[in-house]
């Protein structure tokens, strides 16, 4: 696609429920990473893949976050068991390795 | 661990003035980043420095590398109010797989 697409562009949860967040990568990027935004923290690094394998996941916070990603393309990120402060924008970005990074518009979750 | 500091991290303007935002870096860094967003959109390239010496120029915005001083500067000429948003600074390294870390924004507002 012409840029990085990521569903939904809203999702407000209850405490303890699991969430399943989209990111689709413009097409041939090899690299796709995870940030999350937000106030308390500014942006951070959550995971990197390059193609379906992920050489870093230092960033994910708890064994309750988990992603994987297909084909060498689309990318979900698992919340499982939402505690109130996952509360963030979550932001995926792709690149071909090496290269400037195109961000998706964001996932906004809200943990009720 | 890499660290990122912008400064100031609020700045608000008049319009005409001009203005410089600075990011200090605590190792070698291979690029410098700049970017900017807007309330509840998600992050626009403005830059990529690559070398010492670099300057980037882009209408009213100017950035500028310094590697042996680890500091890059975004330098506001003639503010004029559509320019209010969060610039972020953020750099990565090929040894890190390129993750991007970033600072932690400066809040600009121009004021007519």
């Known amino acids: 696609g012409a840029g990085v697409s990521q569903s939904p562009s809203n999702k407000v949860t209850e405490k303890g429920k699991d969430v399943e967040l989209r990111c689709d990568p413009i097409s041939g990027h090899t690299a796709l990473y995870w940030y999350r935004q937000s106030l308390g923290q500014g942006l951070e690094f959550l995971i990197y893949f390059q193609g379906n394998s992920a050489p870093d996941k230092s960033g994910l916070p708890s064994d309750r976050f988990s992603a994987e990603r297909t084909g060498g393309s689309v990318s979900t990120l698992t919340i499982q068991r939402t505690q109130q402060e996952d509360s963030a924008v979550y932001l995926c970005?792709?690149?071909?390795?090496?290269?400037?990074?195109?961000f998706g518009s964001g996932t906004r979750l809200t943990v009720v | 661990e890499l660290k990122v500091e912008q400064n100031p991290l609020f700045l608000s303007m008049q319009e005409g003035k001009n203005y410089t935002i600075y990011c200090n870096y605590s190792t070698t860094s291979d690029r410098l980043y700049w970017y900017r967003q807007d309330p509840g959109k998600s992050l626009e390239s403005l830059f990529v420095l690559l070398s010492n010496g670099a300057v980037k120029q882009e209408g009213r915005l100017m950035a500028s590398l310094d590697t042996k001083a680890r500091l890059s500067t975004l330098h506001i000429t003639a503010a004029v109010h559509d320019l209010s948003a969060t610039y972020f600074c953020a750099v990565d390294m090929r040894g890190s797989n390129y993750k991007l870390t970033f600072g932690k924004g400066t809040l600009l507002t121009v004021n007519p």
């Open positions: 970005a792709s690149s071909l390795v090496g290269d400037g990074y195109t």
